[in-house]
């Protein structure tokens, strides 16, 4: 019995501790993103409040992080090489999870917010992403490589940071907007908040976003998922038709 008391102390301790910490409640404008044909991209609404214990608010307001991230992906990346006057594939690396799409936005600039070591615990920044490279590449060179996937992401929108940009309001209620781009991947998302008081992550929430396609999109992908030898066969006999009309068409012309 005495053993038992024992060890319900520390877990009553714990809770007690919990129950101490705020709470984040997030939500997302679009639980569900549908791509069509016409489909240019997406605007996101993060918000949410915090709930405080006993509604009673610290002295020093908490900063608040929103990350919105898509789907990992095994990704090669090569570097070309001029040799002879021709541009050939020379060096490359693999990096087993590189997230398709990573947006993040936040009340402060993140070097304001947290240190090095907790940014990097939460991938709070596409320098902190953890890639888990798959390939024997020494440190700087992997570096080199992980800069090159993070630049040509930023530039096709799939790599988005937003300092200061999170409007907390009252010190309770938060929101901020993360652009979605049309090159996204279809796939399960995730919508993390981080509530950071002095340094420290003290409240956590993650909200799921699922991109689908939709329409004449959504029943090709189906069809070449599903039925992918048929798939294959209709798509050689639409090339050969095209191209029999194109080339009746250029005869009578």
Do not use: H
Not at 50 to 79: F, H, N, W
Not at 182 to 208: I, K, M, P, S
């Amino acid at each position: 019995m005495r053993r038992a008391a024992a060890l319900c102390l520390p877990a009553a301790a714990w809770l007690l501790g919990a129950a101490d910490e705020p709470v984040l409640v997030p939500d997302v404008s679009q639980r569900e993103v549908e791509i069509l044909y016409s489909f240019t991209g997406a605007d996101l609404l993060l918000f949410g409040a915090i709930v405080y214990p006993d509604g009673r608010r610290p002295d020093r307001p908490a900063d608040v992080v929103v990350v919105l991230k898509g789907p990992d992906q095994s990704i090669t990346m090569r570097e070309k090489k001029k040799v002879a006057g021709i541009w050939v594939n020379a060096d490359r690396a693999r990096f087993r999870s590189a997230p398709s799409f990573y947006a993040m936005a936040s009340s402060r600039p993140i070097s304001q917010i947290v240190d090095e070591r907790t940014a990097a615990i939460y991938e709070l920044g596409v320098d902190k992403l953890q890639l888990s490279p798959a390939s024997l590449n020494d440190s700087a060179e992997l570096d080199r490589f992980q800069a090159g996937l993070v630049d040509l992401r930023e530039r096709a929108g799939l790599f988005v940071e937003r300092p200061g940009t999170v409007e907390i309001t009252d010190g309770v209620l938060y929101r901020a907007r993360l652009p979605l781009s049309a090159r996204v991947v279809v796939g399960d998302y995730t919508a993390e908040t981080f509530l950071v008081q002095d340094g420290r992550v003290v409240a956590a929430a993650v909200r799921d976003i699922s991109v689908r396609k939709s329409g004449f999109e959504r029943f090709m992908a189906v069809a070449a998922e599903r039925w992918s030898f048929l798939y294959g066969l209709a798509a050689i006999a639409l090339a050969v038709g095209m191209g029999w009309a194109a080339g009746a068409i250029a005869r009578r012309l």
